[in-house]
């Protein structure tokens, strides 16, 4: 650590940082510059990012193909300032800090040197980009990214003995963990493989783990291969602005972020029973307690949706219930799963609340043996469909969505299987995507009943036609982007998120291109919205493990 202090400490002299105001009638911006290094000259794609003194907001904006950045006069208030940025094999020399002042244009041109710990910028990704071995055998390291970063196993020096203990003792936390707020499960779901089957899964993967750490370095920063980055935004990946929010506490897991027609945020809260009520214009955040219906239990809610009249509804994952939260009257209300379901792996996490006027029915599922669920609001009866009941073990039925004849439609992220049930006579039929074991896991479904997924383990964003029966499908161009959830705009576009690469992609389905804006920290990434009321549209997600809410805005 002093090694790298002095090391800056050298540099900081290189850096040219200069700070003049310019009359307001010459220049529209608050803060401007441009971002050099001596190995690449002037810098596109590299985010600066600016945070005033006393504040829980930071706005950030990226360098163009000229290496030029600049802040908007309306987006930062005056105050001093703290000035980051992101590049990958890069830090900033020095630590300028900016003073802006109204009606006028400070300036801050910023030198950028190599920096001496790569492996500490590197995503989950580029991680599993980087390191030898199959694509089957990186797939495991996609279930630990959830509660941490990949870079605690790659940084470790476990052999495959101790890889084994680890892993075993990793499978008793609940999703919902993260190094902050670690959650015990009370049992094992009735999916999970067992006895001698899972001990050989579990041998095979510490075996491949232990040859990607650092178990067979001396040295303690190096690996057997070559650390590995993706580029830099470019082009349309360069104009946007970046809103970040830091909510008050860090063990706050904003998991699902959604926008009413007021403007007003929501989150739930993945690992407490909280629903966050967030006001953008003040930064101000209240919290609104939801009950704790099984008494020790992992906390936390993961899905929140909006019906048609915008009230909020909750899967309650492991209090075994959904709730419904009235945004007019702020009263809150749950329906309890029933005795003979309520068991101790019980996982409500999504409800599709968005037909319910065709039958006053509202749909579910249950993580914790890939069921189904249909809950009459009215008489509290709950329904229960098993469709892998035959062959339970690898399916896991993750995200449930209704039709506009409240038909449900649900993916299971074990296979690669969307299937459907209908309303009516209760008949279940299942559809395979195209790509093999795709990991189909959270969507939305459109106007035309066209359900939208992403496919975690086949790094695509799927469209089913439940009409004709047809599947579409698009690669992202990032390796390992894992998408998680799809969400579409006015203009017919899709957009997804991701929990291994900080991006977020933009599909354009009738051209095929992708655009993909790279986030300014590390980003867990979960559900993905778009706000279609602003021009052009506005882009949100939660930082599920870095406790904060993101705005983005697409300047075309």
Known sequence: MQTRKSFLAAVAALVIVIFQPVPAAAQADALAGTVSSAEEGAMEGVLVSAKREGSNKTITVVTDDKGRYRFPAARLEPGKYTITIRAVGYDLAGAPAPQVAAKSTATADLKLVRTQDLAAQMTNAEWLHSSPGTPQQKRPLLSCVGCHSLERVFRSRHDGEAFVKTIQRMGTYANQSTILNPQKR??????????EERAKVQRAQSDYFATVNQSTTAASNSWPYELKTFARPKGQGTRVIITEWDLPRPTIQPHDVVVDSKGTVWYSDFGSQFIGKFDQKTGKLAEIPTPELKKGSPLGALSIRMDRDENLWLGMMYQAAIGKFDTKTEKFQHWPIP????????QVNMTSPL???????VWTQNNGFAGVHRVDLKTGQWETWEPFKAAPVGHNIY???SDSKNNAWFTDIGRETIGRIDAVTREVTL???PTKSSGPRRGIMDAQDRIWFGQYRGNRIGMFDTKTERFQEWLVPTPWSGPYDVA???????????????????LDPKTGKFVEYLLPRTTNIRRVFVDSSTNPVTFWTGSNHGASIIKLEPLD
């Open 399 to 401: 995200d449930v969505i």
């Open 355 to 361: 037909n319910i006027a065709v039958d006053g029915k």
């Open 488 to 506: 579409l705009d006015k203009n017919g576009e899709a957009w997804t998120g991701s929990m291994l690469n900080d991006r977020i992609a933009r």
């Open 186 to 195: 009370l049992t094992g779901r009735d999916t999970d493989l067992v006895g």
């Open 431 to 433: 559809y395979e995507t």
């Open 339 to 346: 005795a003979e379901w309520n068991r101790p792996n019980t």
